[in-house]
């Protein structure tokens, strides 16, 4: 692997050419006052980004370490992914699925040949991939498995995160995401993450899927158990159950594997994607299944007026090839250990837990010392950005672009950072 010098990020003075005019007081004021409060920003304004770096409007240069939660695996503006979506932006951007189009089989092949599945379902957003997962499930289990009308179930985990929809955060533990948001859909069955007994425990002639992260991401980057994605996929076999992982955010690339359950030798029976597969670009989402799974969706009976679009479909197979080189996991592999190595010499430091797969971290900050919106909000003014989670936890996701300096350079940072608030 190449190793460049890291940017530095020394404040700037220069704004990115094409930035919107106005200081970053006044675009969070006209922000705040115009768009819902549904997320809590850091205060930084970005206008323009390259590679796993950003600047915002008043110039100054930070590390992106959240990389769109992973949406951006590839980096802002990857070169090959903004030529082809560029071409493609010229030449045809909408069809929808009342016509065929040519970018969506040369796509929709490539994926289901990376995922080693028959076929695909393209969609937009994770939430709608995830609720395709659980619409297809459903239906298999009435046509295909013959479980009684209107009974189907779904087992899911404790501390998921599957996306912001009314079905979807109906099984989520959440209280913050489902607050007066009821009521709710039924059918779903939570047990705990990793529990393989409490799984078994929840399965019965109703069952036909269980939902599950390989590695929960919003959950703090929390890895099952050892043993448990084998199990689980040895316990759908035998049961007759959909085995449907949410690769959305661990998947392509992001774990050093292309999908999470690789490290396992796993393979389900639905993979469930989104983020990187719009390259940060545009919102491309699919689920991938063998025929027997997925040919239970009819004409007339699910669908999106942009799903499969020929924008989405040639930034997703220019995605797909991508990852299909490999360098991108073994960039995630390589910077990963640098990262657990740097991490986990913080322990002790103001650090309690340091989880690590690939290039994804969770950071646990000890709760007397800092809160990890305070961790973030030091960091941003060291020139790195990240995201907290669950009150004392910290993600760490640089692209996978990022050089080993960038890395070296988020652990000096974060040292900084803690011992600041140790004096
Ligand atoms: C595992 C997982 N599933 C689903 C989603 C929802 O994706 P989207 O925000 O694109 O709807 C997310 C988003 O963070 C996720 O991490």
Same mark, same amino acid.
């Given at each position: 692997? *190449? ?35 549904? %997320? ?28 769109? %939660? ?18 493609? =932006?010229?030449? =045809? *951007?909408?069809?929808?699925? /009342?016509?065929?189009?040519? @970018?969506?089989?040369?796509?929709? @092949? ?41 009974? &189907? ?25 489902? &607050? ?17 007994? /409490?799984?078994?425990? &929840? ?12 590695? @929960? ?7 099952? *158990? ?6 689980? $996929? ?23 594997? *292309?999908?999470?359950c690789d490290h396992d030798d796993v393979v389900p029976d639905v993979y469930v994607l989104g983020k990187a597969l719009g390259?940060? =670009? ?29 924008? &989405?479909?040639?930034?997703?197979h220019e995605v797909v090839q991508l990852l299909a080189t490999g360098e991108f996991q073994e960039r995630a592999q390589v ?10 010499? =913080? ?25 990890? $919106? @305070? ?28 050089t080993e300096s960038d890395i070296d350079l988020l652990v000096t940072t974060l040292r900084t950072v803690l011992e600041e608030?140790? $004096?």
């Amino acid at each position: 692997m *190449t190793t460049t010098t890291a940017v530095s990020s020394a404040p700037g003075t220069t704004p990115p050419e094409g930035a919107d005019p106005g200081s970053t007081a006044s675009h969070i004021a006209r922000t705040e006052t115009h768009a819902a409060h549904n %997320y809590h920003p850091l205060p930084v304004v970005l206008a323009s980004g390259e590679g796993a770096w950003v600047t915002d409007v008043e110039g100054n240069r930070y590390l992106d370490c959240l990389a769109g %939660y992973s949406a951006l695996n590839f980096g802002h503006g990857h070169p090959r992914l903004v030529a082809r979506a560029a071409a493609q =932006l010229q030449r =045809l *951007t909408l069809t929808s699925r /009342a016509f065929f189009n040519d @970018q969506l089989g040369p796509f929709a @092949q490539a994926l289901a040949e990376l995922t080693g599945k028959d076929m695909v379902l393209p969609m937009n957003s994770g939430a709608e991939a995830v609720e395709t997962a659980i619409k297809v499930s459903r239906k298999w289990g009435y046509q295909v498995k013959g479980v009684a009308p209107g009974t &189907a179930k779904i087992i899911t985990m404790h501390g998921n995160f599957h996306g912001r929809t009314t079905t979807i955060v109906s099984f989520s533990d959440d209280d913050e995401a489902t &607050a007066d948001y009821g009521p709710f859909t039924p059918g779903f069955v939570s047990v705990p993450y990793g529990d393989i007994d /409490a799984v078994a425990a &929840a399965i019965d002639d109703s069952t036909v899927a269980v939902l599950f992260e390989p590695i @929960q991401g919003e959950g703090g980057v929390v890895v099952p *158990t050892e043993g448990f994605l084998p199990a689980l $996929r040895a316990l759908c076999t035998e049961r007759n159950v959909l085995m449907v992982a949410d690769e959305i955010q661990s998947g392509l690339a992001r774990t050093g594997r *292309t999908f999470a359950c690789d490290h396992d030798d796993v393979v389900p029976d639905v993979y469930v994607l989104g983020k990187a597969l719009g390259g940060g =670009l545009y919102p491309v989402s699919a689920i991938a299944a063998d025929r027997d799974v997925l040919d239970v969706v009819r004409p007339g009976t699910h669908g999106s007026t942009f799903g499969g679009n020929p924008l &989405a479909a040639a930034i997703g197979h220019e995605v797909v090839q991508l990852l299909a080189t490999g360098e991108f996991q073994e960039r995630a592999q390589v910077l990963g250990a640098r990262l657990e190595k740097g991490l986990r010499e =913080l322990i002790g430091t103001g650090l309690v837990a340091v989880r690590v797969r690939g290039l994804w971290a969770g950071v646990d900050v000890d709760p007397s010392l800092l809160t990890g $919106r @305070q961790v973030c909000e030091g960091l941003m003014r060291h020139g790195i950005l990240a995201k907290d989670t669950h009150g004392s936890t910290v993600r760490f996701a640089p692209p996978l672009v990022a050089t080993e300096s960038d890395i070296d350079l988020l652990v000096t940072t974060l040292r900084t950072v803690l011992e600041e608030a140790r $004096r």
